[in-house]
């Protein structure tokens, strides 16, 4: 990564924007169509997510890395691939890129601007698989051929989408921008912390790999 920190962190920002907009947007126009079919539902959701994530990671990596998440910027930072003065800027504009993208959704469907979720994703089992989901999509991004990364972390996240029992946030940002909408995708913000804590659980073995 070549570019001066102000590009990189606009990339960043934008790009977690975006991801979000497309994350929470499919999430509200699948459940409008699928006629109460939450796994149809799903399904749109994950497909929209992938071709999503494959597109901005190929856009944006070249310029700030395409992390999108703190848990790999932070990752990124431990094994010196970031520079760790640059971790806190990374995280503050991924967390207002995640939270403007959820507005952008809302501001796209005539929804209410500022909301919160009032969606409980809570228990054990959903906390070990925002761990799971975490660890694989680090490990996938460390272990991945350059060339491949976007569509193998596309890939994984899609998969986890479907056999993990939180339906795969594997990102503080994500779950801080989801908080916002109380929609398909939202999360309820008294279940965000554990989320995170998972999530960090999860990255934290796999900063050696």
Do not use: C
Not at 42 to 57: D, F, K, Q
Not at 60 to 84: C, E, I, Q, T
Not at 148 to 161: E, S
């Amino acid at each position: 990564m070549t570019a001066p920190l102000p590009r990189r962190l606009l990339a960043e920002g934008l790009g977690t924007l975006l991801l979000l907009a497309v994350v929470i947007g499919s999430g509200v126009m699948a459940e409008r169509l699928a006629g109460g079919n939450v796994a149809v539902a799903l399904l749109a959701n994950t497909g929209a997510t992938v071709a999503g994530l494959w597109v901005l990671i190929e856009v944006f990596g070249p310029v700030s890395g395409a992390h999108f998440n703190p848990a790999v910027s932070a990752v990124m930072a431990w094994r010196g691939a970031l520079d760790k003065r640059e971790l806190v800027p990374y995280i503050a504009v991924q967390l207002v890129g995640a939270m403007l993208g959820a507005w952008l959704v809302h501001a796209m469907f005539d929804m209410t601007i500022v909301q919160w979720s009032a969606k409980l994703r809570t228990g054990v089992g959903q906390w070990i698989a925002e761990a799971v989901a975490t660890a694989g999509l680090l490990l996938t991004i460390l272990r991945a051929p350059p060339a491949r990364v976007a569509p193998l972390v596309a890939a994984w996240i899609g998969a986890a989408y479907w056999f993990t029992a939180s339906t795969s946030f594997a990102n503080p940002a994500a779950a801080f921008g989801r908080l916002w909408s109380d929609s398909f995708a939202g999360i309820a913000p008294a279940s965000v912390p554990a989320f995170v804590v998972a999530q960090l659980a999860g990255a934290l073995g796999t900063r050696r790999r």
